[in-house]
DNA sequence: ATGGTAGGGGGCCTA
């Protein structure tokens, strides 16, 4: 079973290059980041007459987050647990058909400007993550954390490191906090099959970044012990960062034996 | 040090 995570940065925008990649890519799961849409506006036929169900976590304007699938989803779950009064969609997650795999679909927040308000409530969401990683650890079954998780693990995760250094993708209590999640037990997968530098998952729009590949590695697939057992093949497809009107991020799949 | 680009929504914010 092949999943991937793209940040398309806009479904609506992003119509004609999230057919084309469906189309070409074909993708038994999928999550999606930042779809900028509410759940009543959510382009739906573009998903579903390719044969797949779609479960939307929408808002206005930001953020929002989606699973689709060509198997049934069951016990979908929308919103990070551990705040009641959190309005942003940033977190949603499935059980993928009779599998036993169960899909989290994640958009961790930027956290820029720091210090600030907004930072605080990056790192206060990720201690929210760690709690629920912790519940499903606990259940010791297959658990994919597909997402743009906006944290540049570490230096060779970056084209220019020293680019980065005051950025809430990089700095050393974000990386600490990224830390602490794999070391309850997650496996990074990309990591895992591809140990070298320059894998990145998103170029800026601005100042020719693509071109000049100045990217970072910030979209990841983190695994349980139980899904990294399934682990087969881990990569990020950069085709798609180079067609017209593209996102700025760029798919990333794991294939498992599921 | 600055500004460069993009999407959404409806007039600046987020990234």
Redesign the pocket.
């Known amino acids: 079973m092949k999943l991937a995570s793209f940040n398309i940065?806009?479904?609506?925008?992003r119509a004609e290059v999230l057919g084309r990649w469906l189309d070409e890519a074909q993708p038994d799961v999928a999550v999606l980041q930042e779809i900028?849409?509410?759940d009543e506006n959510f382009p739906r036929d573009l998903i579903e007459s390719r044969g797949y169900q779609l479960e939307t976590h929408g808002q206005?304007?930001?953020n929002g987050v989606a699973i689709l699938s060509k198997l049934p989803l069951s016990d979908v779950r929308r919103g990070l647990p551990g705040d009641d009064s959190d309005e942003q969609a940033r977190w949603i997650e499935a059980v993928v058909g009779d599998t036993g795999l169960r899909v989290c679909g994640l958009y961790l927040?930027?956290g820029?400007p720091t210090p600030g308000p907004?930072y605080d409530y990056k790192l206060a969401w990720m201690a929210r993550m760690q709690a629920r990683v912790e519940a499903l650890l606990a259940e010791e079954v297959p658990v994919a954390f597909g997402g743009d998780y906006n944290v540049i693990p570490q230096p060779m995760d970056a084209a220019r490191p020293d680019a980065w250094r005051e950025d809430a993708l990089f700095l050393p209590q974000t990386r600490a906090a990224f830390r602490r999640l794999e070391r309850l037990g997650l496996y990074d997968a990309l990591r895992l099959l591809r140990p070298g530098p320059g894998e990145y998952s998103f170029w800026d729009?601005?100042?020719g970044a693509r071109q000049r590949n100045d990217g970072i590695r910030i979209d990841h697939w983190l695994l349980t012990p139980q899904a990294a057992d399934l682990l087969q093949d881990c990569w990020i497809e950069t085709k798609p960062r180079d067609w017209e009107?593209p996102s700025d991020h760029t798919p990333i799949w794991v294939e498992l034996a599921a």
């Open positions: 940065n806009g479904v609506k925008a900028k849409s509410v206005k304007g930001f927040p930027n820029n907004k729009y601005q100042a009107k």
